[in-house]
Nanobody, 114 residues
Framework: QVQLVESGGGLVQAGGSLRLSCAAS????????MEWYRQAPGKEREFVAS????????YYADSVKGRFTIFRDNAKNTVYLQMSSLKPEDTAIYYC???????WGRGTQVTVSS
């Protein structure tokens, strides 16, 4: 089993940037497809971005395309979500997900003020 711990969330003004980290322990992430999801208050959890290890292909929700970037550092066993040009509607708890083993982190709060 892999343990995922997200960090890097916080309060930022609209237009600002944050980098979220998802550190894994217990198993290497290098051969796992990794995703970021988010859940805003009163809403369902939604897909944000994914990174497919075999094809090195990334996918993004339309709402974040061009503003967010998912990438990983296998040496650090960590997946990142670089978020730029943040908007108030990006406010949510952000979760890391290892697709192939369906493992979730506990999330990190991102709050974007207008």
């Amino acid at each position: 089993q892999v343990q995922l711990v997200e960090s890097g969330g916080g309060l930022v003004q609209a237009g600002g940037s944050l980098r979220l980290s998802c550190a894994a322990s217990g198993r290497s992430l290098s051969r796992h497809n990794m995703e970021w999801y988010r859940q805003a208050p009163g809403k369902e959890r939604e897909f944000v971005a994914s990174d497919r290890w075999m094809s090195s292909t990334t996918y993004y929700a339309d709402s974040v395309k061009g503003r967010f970037t998912i990438f990983r550092d296998n040496a650090k066993n960590t997946v990142y979500l670089q978020m730029s040009s943040l908007k108030p509607e990006d406010t949510a708890i952000y979760y890391c997900h290892a697709m192939t083993i369906n493992s979730w982190g506990r999330g990190t709060q991102v709050t974007v003020s207008s």
